[in-house]
């Protein structure tokens, strides 16, 4: 009778486990479903990004990534992408931008270095340029590094809503690097007024170190529930004064 009682305490415990696991996926659900919608109609949006916004998502180079508009079309199109300092000391060979029907090369003399400041500096307006100290923080060095920046024409036409498939190769040993891209809300503009978020950056890595691995929540809250009952089932067997469940 007492391992049968037994045996339906460790069901429960199971049972409660597992209601537990899904009332919290359904609020990490409802909390994702809550975030704001990407991009506004001033902004050009490049994917992929982080599912858990705001980080970007790493890809090894050469990586591929579609660009579009959120509303309005973006004209003269340019990529601009932004190097830490590890990466451009590593580099060894021109990064190279490529979409359907061109490409663009950017030689290692092609980057300029900035500490502060916006960039581009000059030939965009205040909503089509990035705060250096903001480019800092998310691709992740200290306040007081060099940046390395270039930014040249791509695309065979403006950006639009309908994305556009790009690939990025950046040929360094130790390689972090922010793609970005601007363009013009009004082919007549002399500057540039649109971009992508500054938190929404397309990123390109080469360093082969595996990223740390977080598991799944709902799957390890599960094992974590398996073994915390079977923890209990063991300590139960050990301590029973009277032996039943040995």
């Known amino acids: 009778m007492e391992k049968v009682k037994t045996v339906r305490v460790l069901i429960l415990i199971l049972l409660l486990s597992a209601l537990s696991v899904c009332y919290f996926a359904r609020g ?11 991009g506004t109609p001033y902004e050009i949006v490049i994917e992929p990004h982080g599912s858990y916004y705001p980080l970007p998502v790493m890809l090894l180079s050469p990586a591929t ?16 992408l932004v190097l830490n300092n590890a990466s451009y000391q590593g580099l060894t ?9 061109g490409s663009i090369s950017f030689s290692k003399s092609s980057f ?6 916006d960039i581009p500096p000059t030939g965009a307006s205040p909503s089509g ?26 695309l065979s036409g403006p950006i639009t809503t309908t994305p556009q498939e790009f690939n990025v190769t ?6 972090r690097m922010l793609v970005y891209a ?37 799957p390890f809250l599960i094992v974590l529930a398996l ?7 063991a300590w139960k067997r050990k301590n029973s004064p009277l032996g039943f469940l040995k």
């Open 112 to 117: 300029k270095p900035v500490t502060s400041g």
């Open 65 to 80: 990534f579609c660009v579009s508009t959120t509303l309005y079309t973006a004209c003269n199109p340019q990529i601009l």
């Open 129 to 154: 340029k990035y705060k250096v100290s903001n480019l800092k923080a998310y691709i992740g060095v200290g306040s007081a590094e060099t940046l390395w920046w270039a930014y040249g024409p791509f």
């Open 28 to 38: 990490k659900s409802a909390a994702a479903d809550s975030c704001p919608p990407i």
């Open 170 to 175: 950046l040929p360094s040993a130790y390689a």
């Open 93 to 101: 060979g021109p990064v190279v931008v490529k979409w359907p029907g």
């Open 227 to 233: 073994c915390g009952a079977f923890g209990v089932y």
């Open 182 to 218: 601007i363009g013009k809300s009004d082919c007549s503009y002399t500057t540039f007024n649109l971009r992508v978020a500054e938190e929404r950056a397309g990123f390109v890595v080469t360093d082969m170190v595996p990223s740390p691995v977080i598991p799944e929540v709902a």
